[in-house]
């Protein structure tokens, strides 16, 4: 009886080993036909997509001590123990536009710095220029550098200049330096569960802004010369570093500068980092006229427009951190909650209809979506719909493009 017990059961097991091995061996075949896929993959403009670039920053790239916070997806800025204090380091192109590329250059990097609780100190720009560039060109471009780093007092530390035929337009790339005091340093990864997600200013500066610097004569005869002047002026708002530096004195959790992929983007990389989820509420997420008439006539997403100008927070006390911000003249608005992933089910079958219980603040609803995301939701009027990946940014539909989409 035994025998014949024991002989069933090493069957099984046997059996059990099979099956698993297959699914392993399987699983070795699709991991494989998707890497020959994506080997062949043509990449689209914008920042590499995000699968792409998290396979590329493995950790054996960086395997020195002194690194606190390496390379990931979402992280803007690189943080190093030199002893004393720490070093925040970040580096940025300007690459959508030619246009005021001087001052935008300097506050995009300088925004990332923000974003970790870093003073700014330093940078080193380096500007490539296609041939046929005059010197006024590159005195203007680097006059604008001049008076932009002396109103952050930063210093310019040095960098580099050339004429290249591997360009077609000017292209700055700005590498800025900060530093924290040792445990300073704020990261994109340290949203909880509980916490309110807060942004500052409105959703699309950036992008706007460039749109009517770069379409001005087509959006002047469509809205008037007062809607375009006003749009070009949203650069004045491009600094983040107040509220990068109110926040950190005040018990911010985590931080992101909205930048390509916009506020959408930027909600989805703070919480894949963080390893939470999210519910946003697509009404409180505050958006400008100008980029609301700017973004509509092109068929453009707001929302995934970028948005350098708005920071994106998380913190325990939203009401609290909204009133330090507003009281310092930075407009700023809770537009969701972080929750932990598994209040979410996970939609196993494509465009399945799931019945999930999403939350904002103390409120919860039982709702359906259809869609492979259920741990981001933004949740509007009309129903609820799945924060997925971000791709391109909205801006390139616009600025590649010759003629408007209708």
């Known amino acids: ?19 698993q091995d ?17 080997q062949h993959r043509v990449l689209p403009i914008g920042k590499l997509p995000n699968d792409l670039l998290a396979g590329l920053i493995r950790p054996e790239i960086t395997p020195r001590s002194e690194l606190l916070t390496g390379p990931a997806v979402g992280e803007d800025c690189a943080v190093l123990d030199f002893g004393g204090g720490w070093l925040v380091a970040t580096t940025d192109p300007i690459t959508g536009s030619d246009k005021e590329i001087g001052r935008l250059g300097i506050h995009v990097s300088l925004n990332d710095l ?27 471009i680097m006059n604008a550098i001049r008076e932009t780093a002396a109103s952050m007092n930063v210093a310019l530390a040095g960098g580099h200049t050339e004429i290249t035929d591997a360009v077609t337009r000017t292209i700055v790339n700005v590498t800025a330096l900060g530093r924290t005091p040792v445990g300073g340093a704020i990261t994109t990864s340290g949203a909880r569960p509980g916490d309110a997600m807060i942004m500052t200013k409105a959703a699309g500066i950036e992008g706007t802004s460039l749109i009517a610097h770069e379409k001005e004569k087509e959006l002047i005869a ?14 004045d708002d491009i600094s983040v570093v107040p509220e990068g ?20 983007g930027a909600v989805w990389e703070m919480c894949t980092a963080s390893g939470v989820g999210v519910v946003l509420e697509k009404e409180r997420i505050p958006i400008r006229k100008e980029t609301e008439m700017i973004c509509a006539y092109y068929g453009v997403n ?61 409120v919860q609803e039982k709702s359906t979506i259809a ?30 493009s010759s003629e408007r989409k209708q």
Do not use: W, Y
């Not at 297959?22 to 890497?35: C, N, P, R, T, V």
């Not at 018990?251 to 500068?257: E, F, I, L, P, R």
């Open 1 to 19: 009886m035994n025998d014949a017990f024991e002989s069933a059961s090493g069957h099984a097991i046997q059996e059990e080993k099979k099956r």
């Open 22 to 38: 297959g699914l392993e061996q399987e699983k070795h075949l699709q991991d494989a036909i998707q890497q020959e896929k994506h």
């Open 114 to 140: 923000a974003s970790a609780g870093a003073e700014p100190i330093a940078i080193l720009v380096t500007l490539l220029c296609p041939p046929g560039t005059l010197e006024q060109d590159i005195a203007d």
């Open 222 to 235: 469509r809205f008037g010369e007062d809607v375009v002047t006003v749009a070009k002026c949203f650069l």
């Open 245 to 264: 530096k109110l926040a950190a004195a005040n018990g911010v959790h985590a931080m992101h500068d909205i930048t390509e992929g916009g506020v959408l």
């Open 302 to 362: 707001p929302l995934r427009l970028i948005s350098s100008g708005s920071m994106l927070m998380a913190c325990g006390d939203g009401a609290g951190m909204v009133k330090i911000l507003t009281e310092a003249g930075i407009p700023a608005a809770v537009i969701g909650f972080a929750n932990g992933e598994e209040m979410f089910g996970r939609d196993e079958n494509v465009g399945q209809i799931m019945e999930i219980n999403v939350s904002i603040g103390s």
């Open 371 to 400: 869609g492979k995301n259920l741990k981001m939701l933004l949740r509007s009027e009309s129903g609820i719909e799945a924060i997925e990946v971000p791709g391109a940014d909205e801006v390139f539909k616009v600025l590649c």
